[in-house]
């Protein structure tokens, strides 16, 4: 069982150094995100130059300040990049109905998320947990899924490892901005 930290609030942007240098570095080179130099903390993902870009804000690490969400009823692809003018719109894979995510960005528009960078998660929040546990296994995905989902773990040091992750709209899915439904 793991126990986390599971809301918004306590899922603390990235200057809280939850995210080492390198973890920060992979994190916007595989999500398309720039940072400036002198601020960390401002952050964009998109076209500057054409003026069709987000602002970003990076949360902590998943395993340590997570701030969680749930993919709504319908399968999602996962983006390689935000959706903006001239963006090819590749996809990493799709996630499950229903698949409970780590919230590792959010794109946003005058303070609006309008969409997510997401990890997909290999546990999963039930009634049976306790308070802020991951301790229920996943109901078996759909073969279309698996191979998605077949190399996400979490290793003996506590971090996730091959795990499906992308850019999501935010109207695809749910954030837990207050902790995961039924956690105490």
Not at 69 to 96: C, F, M, Q
Request: aromatic fraction near 8%; proline fraction near 4%.
């Amino acid at each position: 069982m793991v126990s986390l930290l599971f809301s918004q609030a306590l899922a603390a942007s990235s200057n809280s150094g939850d995210l080492s240098a390198k973890e920060r570095t992979e994190l916007q080179q595989s999500a398309g995100i720039n940072c400036d130099a002198k601020n960390n903390d401002d952050c964009t993902a998109g076209n500057i130059k054409s003026g069709d870009y987000y602002s970003v804000r990076i949360y902590s690490d998943c395993a340590i300040a997570a701030y969680f969400g749930r993919i709504n009823e319908k399968p999602v692809s996962l983006r390689k990049d935000v959706a903006t003018t001239g963006t090819e719109g590749k996809t990493e894979g799709a996630l499950a109905p229903e698949q409970l995510v780590c919230i590792k960005a959010a794109a946003q528009v005058n303070a609006t998320d309008k969409e997510y960078y997401v990890m997909a998660l290999p546990m999963d929040h039930g009634p049976e947990c306790k308070g802020e546990e991951l301790c229920k296994k996943p109901r078996s995905l759909p073969e279309n899924y698996q191979k998605t989902m077949g190399n996400c773990q979490m290793d003996s040091q506590n971090n996730y490892r091959g795990c499906p992750q992308g850019w999501v709209f935010a109207t695809e899915m749910e954030a837990y901005s207050n902790g995961l439904p039924g956690a105490q």
